[in-house]
């Protein structure tokens, strides 16, 4: 399923008495220029409103409520079906710091955001989806979840009990990408997955800048992994299919001031990922026209762990959040996703084939006999178990071979009967055919004889039918 990525662009409600220079429609932003020191010497051109266009632009109204449920319901919603039908997918909110990024994926306790809007219908959605299943279809259904921050290049699990864990980021041999090391967390209901959520939020990294009183430091990622298997008892068919999908709050780009080192240091991390997040989205949207561009996603560990999402297999939204006061940040961001909007992803269905299952069992077969071997030296009950174990395959083995030989003992018997039968049938009827029947009674020994040899003849015949009978069966 190749479709490009959806990109919406939410504006954000006014804050102070600055001019407002940003205003949406259903699917038009204009940004206009307000801000005449900027534009003192530009030419007549320049002040003209410039206008973009995406799949979805949400403009703020007097209820918060309305402005986040709309989001959800027009944006979002397709997503969660994606992700049940066995699709990956990803929404990642993009823009500047203050921009309302954080609100719109996470809320707060009054509005619900993108996250648990998303984890909430999730569970809900599949319970309406099978609660119709007939006796003969059982479905398994299993959810985990992790959370992580990417902090100055470090991937910091955020659902880790205890001391901040830094995990490394791994690759597949299918090149597709894992954080190695991640808590993930089996999750069986909506309260679950939430209490997940406000925990991972809990230890985000976030610090007051001048833009903003609680600015994200780091990326935070939510990841969502799903698992179903369908079986239908009554034909034996098995399907099963995993899916996962990525819920991204971006660090806000910003400009560095002098301030604080460490806070220096976070801008500096933070515009670096985001600059190379640009170069990786320019290159993928000019990939129609370049065949194989060489895109750098190892240069951040933000486009590396969002590499499938970026340029591969995904189902993937973006959403652009703008300031309506700040006129060359929200420029610079609806630039940005007017780009993003031109890349192209390729959706594919995860559904495990026979030979992945196999090779699936036999994977986990190993780590089971791994943890067997661990525990050998200090469960000597484990020792015991396993010496039962092998004398019960050792006795196996000798039995299969046993049966064996027995079956080629009883074939070779019922050769040679049939072998002996039919010697037996061509000699009698070798001296049947040698007299003449019609002169018999001159030669009373030879008709007895003859007539010994054919009641011989008949009594082994029905004994070797017998026993022929008896072996074929």
């Known amino acids: 399923m190749s479709d490009r990525i959806k990109v919406a662009v939410r504006v954000r409600s006014p804050q102070g008495n600055g001019p407002i220079v940003c205003r949406a429609s259903s699917d038009t932003v204009s940004l206009i220029n307000d801000d005449k020191k900027s534009f003192r010497i530009s030419s007549p051109q320049k002040k003209a409103a410039k206008e973009f266009t995406y799949d979805y632009c949400f403009s703020p109204t007097n209820s918060i409520a309305q402005d986040q449920a709309e989001i959800y319901e027009k ?13 990956n997918s990803c929404i990642l909110a993009y823009g500047q710091t203050g921009s309302g990024k954080t609100f719109t994926m996470m809320g707060d306790q009054n509005h619900e955001g993108v996250v648990p809007r998303f984890c909430r219908e999730l569970f809900e959605v599949f319970h309406i989806c099978h609660q119709d299943d007939s006796n003969e279809l059982t479905t398994e259904f299993q959810v985990k979840c992790s959370s992580f921050e990417i902090y100055n290049e470090q991937v910091i ?13 791994r690759e597949r041999a299918d090149k597709s990408t894992f954080v190695e090391g991640l808590e993930e967390v089996d999750v069986a209901n909506v309260d679950e997955i939430i209490e997940c959520i406000h925990r991972g939020n809990e230890n985000r990294t976030v610090r007051s800048t001048h833009m903003n009183q609680e600015s994200s430091r780091s990326h935070a990622v939510f990841h969502i992994s799903v698992y179903q298997k369908e079986t239908d008892s009554k034909t034996g068919t098995v399907v099963e299919c995993r899916s996962t999908c990525k819920l991204v709050d971006l660090a806000g780009s910003e400009r560095l001031g002098s301030g604080d080192t ?20 320019s290159l993928l949207a000019e990939a129609d026209r370049h065949k194989s561009p060489l895109v750098p996603y190892r240069e951040s560990a933000l486009t590396w762990i969002l590499k499938e999402n970026l340029g591969g297999n995904s189902n993937t939204c973006l959403i652009a959040c703008v300031s309506p006061e700040n006129y060359h940040e929200s420029l610079s961001t609806l630039r940005y996703a007017s780009l993003t909007k ?26 089971l006999q791994k943890m067997v071997n661990d525990k050998k030296s200090t469960n000597p009950g484990q020792h015991i178990l396993e010496k039962r174990v092998e004398d019960i395959q050792r006795t196996n083995f000798f039995l299969e071979q046993r049966m064996a030989k027995e079956a080629q003992i009883s074939a070779q018997v019922l050769q040679t009967a049939q072998q002996e039968r039919d010697a037996l049938a061509w000699i ?11 002169q018999a009674e001159s030669n009373h020994e030879i008709c007895n004889r003859s007539s010994q040899l054919q009641k011989a003849f008949e009594e082994d015949l029905s004994f070797f039918d017998d026993a022929f009978q008896k072996y074929c069966a």
């Open 428 to 438: 009698t009827l070798h001296i049947i055919e040698s007299f003449d029947w019609g």
């Open 342 to 367: 031109r890349v192209r992803t390729s959706a594919t269905l995860n559904s495990l084939s026979h030979i992945e299952q196999m090779e699936d069992l036999k994977s986990k077969l190993r780590e």
């Open 75 to 87: 944006l979002i919603r397709g997503y969660v079906l994606h992700t049940l039908e066995g699709y």
């Open 262 to 281: 460490k806070m220096k240091h976070e801008g500096t991390s933070i515009n670096k990922s985001l600059s190379t997040l640009g170069r990786v989205i």
């Open 157 to 169: 699990d955020l659902l880790s009990s205890g001391s901040q864990k830094r995990c490394k980021i």
